[in-house]
T-cell receptor
Framework: DAKTTQPPSMDCAEGRAANLPCNHS???????VYWYRQIHSQGPQYIIH???NNETNEMASLIITEDRKSSTLILPHATLRDTAVYYC????????????FGPGTRLSVLP | DGGITQSPKYLFRKEGQNVTLSCEQN?????MYWYRQDPGQGLRLIYY???????QKGDIAEGYSVSREKKESFPLTVTSAQKNPTAFYLC????????????FGPGTRLTVT
């Protein structure tokens, strides 16, 4: 079972910030939070990951709460090309090197 | 360009036939993975390998087999024992370690009739 909970779908207006929430209340101290996205019929694309601190790269920002039980992925200026399924994943560090993908959040960016 | 290639993108087979899906990476990654994705679902792990000549079963290994004879190659065979083989198959690779992301190939869509 996935260790994360995400809303099944969200809408965002083009040009606005998209804030995608994720709950991971059972996360362990050495587990990372990863975000991927998948555009229809393509392989998932890595976005960002973090352990405790907030992270930012050219694609997005990751905000992790102080208790690490939830996080938010922020796409600062969403475009139509950001329409995809977004997966929040807690890295199961003691099970090989594997990721557990849940159903994710389907983000629709609207013109 | 470094990356992961999967071929072919679309594959059609008759029921009862084994079929092998190709996955090659030139990223010099030690670990490689196979996932299966059904419509509207997340990814499910079939097999993974952390080193040449070694691999481990994932959550849904029944009806599948793999080999890892070379670091850069991790082919997946879908056998006739797999009851519902029609799906989208994704290969990934990564550096070993929890802090490293997986890189995914473009996927192969297998249809068995």
């Amino acid at each position: 079972d996935a260790k994360t909970t995400q809303p099944p779908s969200m809408d965002c207006a083009e040009g606005r910030a998209a804030n995608l929430p994720c709950n991971h209340s059972t996360i362990s101290g050495n587990e990372y939070v990863y975000w991927y996205r998948q555009i229809h019929s393509q392989g998932p694309q890595y976005i960002i990951h973090g352990l405790k601190n907030n992270e930012t790269n050219e694609m997005a920002s990751l905000i992790i709460t102080e208790d690490r039980k939830s996080s938010t992925l922020i796409l600062p200026h969403a475009t139509l090309r950001d329409t995809a399924v977004y997966y929040c994943i807690v890295r199961v560090a003691n099970y090989g090197q594997n990721f557990v993908f849940g159903p994710g959040t389907r983000l629709s960016v609207l013109p | 360009d470094g990356g992961i290639t999967q071929s072919p993108k679309y594959l059609f087979r008759k029921e009862g036939q084994n079929v092998t899906l190709s996955c090659e990476q030139n990223l010099n990654h030690d670990a490689m993975y196979w996932y299966r994705q059904d419509p509207g679902q997340g990814l499910r792990l079939i097999y993974y390998s952390q080193i040449v000549n070694d691999f481990q079963k994932g959550d849904i290994a029944e009806g599948y087999s793999v080999s890892r004879e070379k670091k850069e190659s991790f082919p997946l065979t879908v056998t006739s024992a797999q009851k519902n083989p029609t799906a989208f198959y994704l290969c990934a690779s990564s550096i070993l370690g929890a802090s490293y992301e997986q890189y995914f190939g473009p996927g192969t869509r297998l249809t068995v009739t």
